[in-house]
């Protein structure tokens, strides 16, 4: 996944073709951003309500995104922020982190506009065209992203996670004909000794089996004409697929080993589990930054390890010591899969808002899987004793207490003052393609504010409301004797501070 998604060379996001754009209705799919501006405000509102429950710190404050498209989302969000001065003159810095070169030029011309963008030791750097004080930075990669315990971090991930590698894994039983299990393990570079522990270990019972992507077996050698005119209109295979590893490999012996959740499905034959590592550092990370941890070892799962997780951690943070003296900041984690279950057979791959084959076109098809929101919740709790975890709340729920028929009811009274002439509100700001062009029809205005909110919210079987989720981690906040516990707008609390 991440080399036909990120590779320098031909990866579906990080390679630019005339003419070619991933996002919105002229390219593969379309994001709830590019939907309604109404998306990006409420999250806004969101970090506003926060940062007012925790005290309404005025300096030290971050924004940062990963994984930030085309940059809407982020515009959208500091366009609904700069309303609320306190918290706009106490961020210094926002931060996206992003790989693609073409997408960062996007970012730079919409959240910049003709600022200029300099190369700097981290990366990239711009100042923002909501505020000329407002440094943009970019960075490749979130350890670039400077940590400091007097820092307060607001950080927003949607659509990320599901772009992560997976490895997928599924149980097999003992073969019968095996009375021991191989003293050796068939790597990439070589054979690697299997320990002693887990020779025992495989004869017990049911082993994981890694799922590999390899070349597709080829077609008999004896062609029917009828075949070969199949084959010609496009019906061929894919020249990848999915195979079961015939023995163990590396990431089958440690990984479905280190949560509770996979182990309890190891007994059932045939039962097939996703895990992506990276994940789990990017949540532990995410936590670290907001509540510190007192951890000496690097974590991304919720046990302990037999071998260093840093061996299987390929370009993802790597919590370490690092100390808060109180945790402060937030991070939102609004994405695609099931509440609580682990996600299965969920590699999907799509192109011209269709769904295609993941082994289709390496590098020209967009690729994604569901994410395990349980386990970047368990990662989150691991990292850092001074987080709680809220959510997964479906995003139908979560957009209708953050008040998205609220703020599509005055969008659309906006639009109908401006059609009659009436002075412009700061609250009704809207996108020029939202209707705040002068020439704007009000009809298709008006249509486009509540087809977008609606769809956003659609909790039919295939909804957007009810396949998107939204996750947060915030500062633990100890119980009182006879208070309610805090909960963060949208998941059940009311603004605070």
């Known amino acids: 996944m991440r080399q036909c998604l990120t590779s320098p060379d031909g990866g579906y996001y990080t390679s630019r073709t005339e003419g070619r754009d991933q996002f919105g209705q002229k390219g593969d799919f379309v994001t709830s951003p590019e939907i309604s501006q109404m998306f990006g405000e409420l999250i806004g509102v969101w970090v506003v309500a926060e940062w007012m429950a925790q005290g309404r710190k005025s300096t ?3 924004i940062m995104e990963v994984g930030p498209g085309r940059g809407t ?34 970012q730079h011309e919409l959240l910049c506009g003709d600022a200029p963008l300099e190369e700097t030791d981290i990366g990239f750097q711009s100042t923002s065209k909501y505020a000329p004080d407002l440094k943009i930075i970019w960075c490749e990669d979130v350890r670039f992203v400077p940590k400091d315990p007097s820092q307060t971090p607001f950080i927003v991930a949607h659509e990320f996670f599901d772009a992560l590698p997976i490895h997928v894994f599924q149980s097999v039983a003992p073969s019968p004909h095996a009375s021991t299990s191989p003293s050796q393990i068939l790597t990439p570079t070589g054979p690697i000794s299997n320990p002693a522990w887990q020779q025992q270990s495989q004869q017990q019972g049911n082993q994981w089996r890694e799922l590999l992507v390899s070349p597709t077996a080829p077609p008999s050698a004896i062609t029917t004409s009828s075949s070969t005119s199949a084959s010609a209109v ?58 510190g941890s007192a951890s000496q070892t690097p974590t991304s799962s919720p046990t302990s390890p037999t071998q260093p997780a840093s061996t299987y951690r390929n370009r993802a943070p790597i919590p370490v010591a690092f100390s808060k003296p109180a945790p402060s900041g937030a991070a939102l984690i609004l994405d695609y899969g099931p509440t609580a279950t682990i996600p299965t057979n969920s590699l999907r791959g799509i192109r011209a808002h269709a769904a295609v084959s993941p082994f289709a076109a390496p590098g020209a098809v967009d690729l994604s899987t569901d994410v395990d929101f349980m386990a970047l919740a368990l990662a989150a709790l691991d990292a850092s004793p001074a987080v709680e975890v809220h959510g997964p709340a479906e995003q139908a729920a979560w957009l209708a207490g953050m008040g998205i028929g609220e703020r599509a009811a005055q969008l659309v009274k906006r639009a109908l003052e401006r059609d009659r002439g009436m002075p412009a509100g700061g609250e009704g700001q809207q996108r020029e393609k939202e209707g705040g062009g002068a020439k704007a029809d009000l009809t298709e205005t008006v249509k486009r504010i509540e087809t977008g909110w609606k769809r956003l919210v659609d909790r039919g079987p295939n909804g957007m409301g009810r396949l998107y989720k939204v996750m ?19 998941f059940g609390g009311d603004v605070a501070g």
Do not use: C, W
């Open 234 to 291: 496009g019906d061929s295979k894919p020249e990848f697929e999915l195979t079961l590893a015939k023995a163990a490999t590396p990431h089958s012996l440690y990984l479905p080993e280190t949560s509770d959740r996979y182990k309890a499905l190891k007994g059932t034959e045939g039962a097939t589990i996703e895990i992506s590592p990276e994940a789990l550092s990017y949540a532990a990370d995410f936590a670290v930054r907001i509540g």
């Open 73 to 106: 989302l982020m515009d959208d969000m500091l366009r609904t922020i700069r309303n609320f001065k306190p918290l706009a003159s106490a961020i210094e810095a926002i931060y996206l982190v992003e790989a693609s070169p073409s997408l960062r030029q996007a």
């Open 60 to 62: 030290g404050v971050y």
């Open 472 to 490: 947060a981690i915030v500062p633990y906040v100890p119980l009182e004797k006879g208070k309610p516990r805090r909960r963060p707008v949208g």
